[in-house]
């Protein structure tokens, strides 16, 4: 009888295994939503930020949150959005230009009857003049965590889009930057004060002043 072969022990595949994980592990962290999870299709190039740099965010920000209007760029599963919702923000605008990954993310705010508070744009979080003329007078609160490469490959568009914001916004606002050791943060320039965080492999800079009342 001849010997049998033995098939090898296959793994799933790693994008299938990063969505089964974030089907698992994405959640509202704390706030009116704490618990409830969000969906998140796996794909790598949508990284949402972890959930313990969310957690610590959010709580550096405290109070910040409350009243503002959150401006999710590069927005993805629209955790950080919806997180600010959770904590008391009273509006959020969700930039994200990948269509597959803008219909999860209203899936996301349906699942948190969310859609009387939260505007998904579907577009070029770069081309600003395009949507810039949503987000009115209240406060923001502007999270920028997109892909890292866009550190490298995108540095200067990048720069831009976080000077003219900053100089954009009304009163009291505030901002969080998140990328990875590839990016200098002292590229941000002295006109606002910045305070920066380690959470490797991520870092987090925030900005609580030079912007009137943040």
């Known amino acids: 009888m001849a010997a049998r072969k033995r098939e090898p022990c296959r793994k799933p595949p790693r ?6 994980e ?14 409830r999870k969000l969906r998140y299709s796996g794909d790598r190039r949508v990284r949402p930020m972890k959930d313990r740099v969310r ?5 550096l920000l405290g109070k910040t949150v409350e009243g503002k209007h959150a401006v999710d760029l590069f927005a993805g599963t629209g955790a950080l959005g919806l997180e600010a919702l959770s904590r008391g923000a009273v509006r959020a605008t969700f930039i994200e230009q990948h269509y597959p990954t803008a219909r999860v993310l209203r899936e996301n705010i349906t699942a ?15 081309l600003r ?8 007078t209240i406060p923001w609160l502007v999270f920028c965590s997109p892909p890292y490469a866009f550190y490298v490959d995108r540095q200067e568009p990048m720069l831009d889009l976080i000077a003219s914001l900053l100089a954009a916004a009304p009163a009291a606002s505030a901002m969080v930057v998140e990328s990875d050791e590839r990016f200098d943060f002292k590229l941000l320039g002295d006109s606002q004060e910045w305070d920066i965080r380690t959470y490797a492999p991520a870092s987090v800079a925030i900005c609580r002043t030079g912007i009137a009342g943040a």
């Open 129 to 136: 003049q395009r949507w810039q003329s949503h987000l009115g």
């Open 15 to 20: 994008d299938a295994m990063g969505a089964s």
């Open 55 to 59: 957690e610590a965010v959010f709580n």
């Open 112 to 126: 948190l009857e969310a859609g009387d508070r939260a505007e998904v744009i579907v577009g070029n979080a770069f």
């Open 22 to 35: 974030a089907a698992l592990g994405l959640r509202i962290i704390g706030g009116t939503f704490r618990g």
